[in-house]
């Protein structure tokens, strides 16, 4: 299988897939020729995010390759999803250490039927061998002025989050063997960390209403950071107030804590509201967990509002 073999065979559909029918915005040239031709809505931004995974890094090389297809997706769609973006689609440029057909199709298919339910079609993309490397290039849309940023959040505020926090370091927490779990446990936090869910519905129905949003990719105190530096703001959260997984509440209360607040690839919306508006209804659980302040830094406070030391921060990739 050749080169351009691989690229028909997994990863070139026709051009209508994902866009919308008789609608005059979608794809007017998909994978094939030198650049793909996308129509935007007429007046829209446009939004676009890359990701990069790379083995060893962000993924274990033994994952189930339509899972890695899903969460390579799912991370990209989860930026678009932070800005309150409609994806559009997407461009795969992919290296790999030899033309494997199960991985290749697994893969594919995964990363295709998170495509094909997030209307977000496969448009192109660069194919070369080399170490297992996957990087996507987002393209989405939002009405001129309603894309939700980083800078927006205000004093007196509230702070929500999207679903539960903390599962997907948990099962890499089970992965290194400093925590063990029993099966159903196990697969139920691993299921979070390598098939995270997009909030891409949310951040949609937050335009308009967030009046500042951000995904948790790195972990929840360094994420919600970005967002107090950007609005130049602080904040108060509230520990006993983060929402976890009948899984992570049962661990001690020092893994609680690190996978909470430090954990990393939740891919949750973490977004500021004024108090009292009402918040969209999308069937994901909203959990407030507390409020932007004038004073800067992030504190965090136990339910009878007493600081907790924590000493965490969140993850950097070049941090000594
Ligand atoms: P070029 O040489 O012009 O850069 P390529 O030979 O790299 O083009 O790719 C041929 C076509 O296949 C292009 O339309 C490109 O976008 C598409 N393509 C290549 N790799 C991928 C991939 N991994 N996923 C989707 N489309 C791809
Ligand atoms: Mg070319």
Redesign the pocket.
Known sequence: MG??DL?RRF??RPVAAGAPAGVEVGIEVG??????VLVPTPGARWLVSSDMLVEGRHFLSTVDPARLGHKALAVNLSDLAACGATPRGF????ALPRADEAWLAGFSRGLLALADASGCP??????TQGPLNLCITVFGEAPPGRALLRSGARVGDEIWVSGRLGDARLALEVFRGTVVLDGAGFEAVRAAMECPTPRLALGQALRGIATAAIDISDGLLGDLGHILAASGVGACIELDALPRSATLAAQTAAWQRACLLAGGDDYELVFTAPPGVRLPDVGVLLTRVGRIEAEPGLRVVDARGEAVAHGLRSFDHFAS
């Not at 994978?31 to 793909?36: E, S």
């Not at 496969?122 to 194919?127: A, E, I, N």
């Open positions: 080169e351009f690229i990863f070139q994978v094939g020729d030198d650049c793909a461009t795969l440029a992919l496969l448009v192109g993309g660069d194919t």
